[in-house]
């Protein structure tokens, strides 16, 4: 069967600054952390070690190009633009961004930029991160500054990338710097970011710039394990929590009642100010970016909570593992394409069916040069992982959710985390002692598929 993709479909690949330029002027979250606990990262690797897009930028832009890439998404790192989080604009960087921007263009490659992408500059964590609200006034300006080097070339913006994950990671489980949990202080750091992002669009709807703004968020789909009103339950607590905290401000302006009252019947709502209302109101966006690797399934607690344990969103649900489901071992994650649809079908259905793309979309898998035939990485299990997900995009979109295309995360083997370079993700095999970088079989699939805006499947 042939599927085939709207006209002006977008083509592409994500990443980030910090996965991918390497060390900066400015020190992030990330560099601390890395410095001081090695120990937290994949065979002891940091983000000094990355693809070094800042030395290759051309280069990899051409490798772009040889993919049939029509655009491609990354960010700008707010430390290496403004070390100090608020300080002087830094004028290498300045000519670095521009240097990039204008070679996309040059190359017919739309750039999607996003302005936060887990990098905080270290600066602006010394005086609480996303817990102080003058930082949020400070990545206001920052985004500010922005648009005004920038806006006249890029004409697709997003203020955060997967906001929820800092929140998760830095103040529930302890994934990532600075290592709280604390429940209260993640719902303030979750609420200041969805501030930060409405006050990032507020400018730019001030500065009428010719192109639209947005956000990007991870989706996962809360399935409950039955129909048994205790599992559905469970499953909508789920949702409100990790998709609905944040879509429903950024596509409706304002929180879900429900959330609101569950979290205030356990005393953890951030501080709020009678104003902090309307400027949510004003954040509502042009564009929806959904990164979707893998659903959630929950069903209802089935032990008592420990009254003396911290209060965390588990307090009202129990993962569900559901039998025979596809995995990916090497991540950990169930491999569920029907996910992107119900994605779409739920936007389309209860969002007023907001324009929307597939911003990431991605398998990580170990030890890849097992796979190497005649010097290439025959990915076969990447581009069957692809088709499928595309099989049901395809399929929303046939049935009119408004999805104007998709990125893979990502273009180059990147670093990752604190998982480092321990998955693969990349359509290009990166070579971490010579950085040579090689085409893997996935990267030729989808640079056909993206000429003939189209592929073929039994």
């Given at each position: ?9 977008w083509?592409?690949s ?12 400015g020190?992030t979250t990330w560099?601390y ?14 983000p000094?070690?990355?693809?070094t897009f800042?030395q290759?930028?051309?280069t ?7 993919l049939?890439h ?6 700008i790192?707010?430390?290496?633009l ?5 300080g002087?604009v830094n004028?290498?960087a300045?000519?670095?961004y521009?240097?990039?921007?204008d070679?996309?263009?040059e ?8 302005l ?12 609480g ?6 930082v ?6 920052y ?10 070339r ?5 203020t955060?990338n997967e906001?929820?994950?800092p929140?998760?990671?830095g ?7 600075p290592n709280?949990?604390d ?5 303030t750091?979750?609420y200041h ?5 409405a006050k ?5 709807r001030?500065g ?6 947005g956000?990007?968020?991870n ?7 039955s129909?048994?009103?205790?599992d559905?339950k469970?499953a ?5 929590m990790?998709?609905r905290?944040?879509?429903d401000?950024v596509l409706r ?6 959330l609101?009252?569950?979290l205030k019947s ?9 104003e902090?209302?309307?400027l949510?109101?004003?954040g ?8 979707y690797?893998?659903?959630r399934r929950v ?7 420990n009254?003396?344990a911290?209060?965390m ?15 990916n071992?090497y991540?950990g ?7 992107i649809?119900d994605?779409l ?13 597939i911003s990431?979309?991605g398998m990580?898998?170990?030890?890849e040069?097992?796979?190497?035939e005649?010097g290439q990485?025959n990915?076969?299990?990447r581009?069957e992982?692809?088709s499928?997900h595309?099989?049901w ?8 959710c408004?999805?104007?295309g998709?990125?893979m995360?990502?273009?180059i083997?990147n670093?990752s985390w604190c ?5 693969r993700y ?5 070579d971490l ?11 030729e699939?989808?640079a ?11």
């Open positions: 069967m042939k599927y085939a993709f709207p006209d002006n479909f083509w592409g994500a990443s980030s600054a910090l996965q991918t330029e390497g060390t900066r002027e020190e560099d952390w890395f410095a001081r606990e090695p120990n937290r990262f994949h065979n002891g690797v940091g000094q070690h990355t693809s800042y290759h930028w051309k990899d832009i051409q490798l772009l190009k040889q049939n029509n655009s491609f998404r990354t960010s790192s707010w430390a290496r403004i070390p100090d989080g608020i002087e004028p290498d300045v000519d670095f521009n240097q990039v921007i070679e996309l263009n190359q017919d490659i739309t750039p999607f930029i996003t936060f992408h887990f990098d905080m500059p270290m600066a602006m964590q010394e005086i991160g996303w817990e102080n609200r003058d949020v006034d400070a990545y206001a300006r985004a500010q500054i922005c648009f005004e080097l920038f806006g006249d890029v004409l697709h913006w997003f955060f906001p929820i994950v929140v998760e990671g103040y529930l489980y302890d994934f990532h710097y709280v949990v429940f209260r202080r993640a719902a750091v979750a970011t969805v501030l930060a992002h990032a669009v507020q400018a730019y001030a009428h710039y010719a192109g639209e703004i956000i990007v968020l989706l996962t789909p809360s399935y409950p394990r129909q048994n009103p205790a559905v469970a909508h607590v789920a949702d409100l990790f998709n905290s944040f879509l401000p302006g304002e929180y879900p009642a429900d609101v009252a569950l356990y005393d953890q709502l951030p501080a709020c100010k009678p902090d209302g309307f949510i109101a004003e509502k966006i042009d564009l929806l970016g959904i990164n690797y893998q659903p069903k209802c607690r089935d032990s008592a909570v009254p003396q911290p209060f969103p588990e307090w009202f649900f129990d993962s569900y593992e559901m039998p025979g489901r596809k995995m071992p991540r994650w169930e491999i569920y394409e029907p996910g649809y994605i079908v739920n936007l389309r259905d209860n969002y007023g069916n907001p324009r929307c793309f990431e979309n990580g898998v170990e030890n040069q097992r796979f190497i005649n990485i990915d076969q299990y581009i992982f692809i499928e595309l099989a995009l395809h399929k929303g979109i046939s049935e009119g408004n999805c104007l998709y990125h995360w990502t273009f083997d670093w998982n480092a370079y321990k998955n990349g359509f290009i095999q990166l002692k010579t950085q040579k970088r090689t085409i893997k079989k996935s990267g699939w989808f056909a598929t993206a000429l003939n805006n189209s592929f073929e499947k039994e």
